[in-house]
T-cell receptor
């Protein structure tokens, strides 16, 4: 089954404790992206990747890191989480970045930082 | 900078009736894509319909259609014969041509009354 998976689905952590949210897709997609969703704000892009070893900042990259060592994986790293990073996080992927390419979304990760 | 505005935080419709969700956007680009995504209570983001700006014909997918007014920068979604399963948050999104980033509206919560 073609899908984007994220782990964990739910995470409660404390300020300053490093964490990683994994994202993996099995569709051989080139483009991958991380978004955060906050009430009243829609989704905002954190980082994106056009291909392996190619990553770039979105609109809200502060406090986050990413890497793209393999085509299928695009982990999101919070080196020192803070309460303002409490949010719902989505990973998405698409075959290409432009044209009519549809972005496929993972199920989301609900992160709470206390 | 591109922005996307959904002016209706919440809409309700009687089952089997028709409802229209509004979306306006601001851009200086001439070619771009617009999308409507649905987010049911499961939180999964599901593509409903897409529209390419240079195509004048409005996109249609079964009971879902758009009214795309390029000059007015308006992209509304019409849902015909509303069903209980249509209850969800609906997000309008614009894809930036320069880096393929999706810019999202704040969302409209659609309630279906049985």
């Amino acid at each position: 089954e073609a899908q984007v998976t994220q782990n964990p689905r739910y995470l409660i952590t404390v300020t300053g404790k490093k964490l990683t949210v994994t994202c993996s897709q099995n569709m051989n997609h080139e483009y991958m992206s991380w978004y955060r969703q906050d009430p009243g704000l829609g989704l905002r892009q954190i980082y994106y990747s056009m291909n392996v070893e190619v990553t770039d900042k979105g609109d809200v990259p502060e406090g986050y890191k990413v890497s793209r060592k393999e085509k299928r994986n695009f982990p999101l790293i919070l080196e020192s989480p803070s309460p303002n990073q409490t949010s719902l996080y989505f990973c998405a992927s698409s075959f290409g970045a432009g044209g009519p390419s549809e972005q496929y979304f993972g199920p989301g990760t609900r992160l709470t930082v206390t | 900078a591109q922005t996307v505005t959904q002016s209706q935080p919440e809409m309700s419709v009687q089952e089997a009736e028709t409802v229209t969700l509004s979306c306006t956007y601001d851009t200086s680009e001439s070619d771009y894509y617009l999308f409507w995504y649905k987010q049911p209570p499961s939180r999964q983001m599901i593509l409903v319909i897409r529209q390419e700006a240079y195509k004048q014909q409005n996109a249609t997918e079964n009971r879902f259609s758009v009214n795309f007014q390029k000059a007015a920068k308006s992209f509304s979604l019409k849902i015909s014969d509303s069903q209980l399963g249509d209850a969800a948050m609906y997000f309008c999104a614009y894809r930036r041509d320069s880096n393929y980033q999706l810019i999202w509206g704040a969302g409209t919560k659609l309630i279906i009354k049985p």
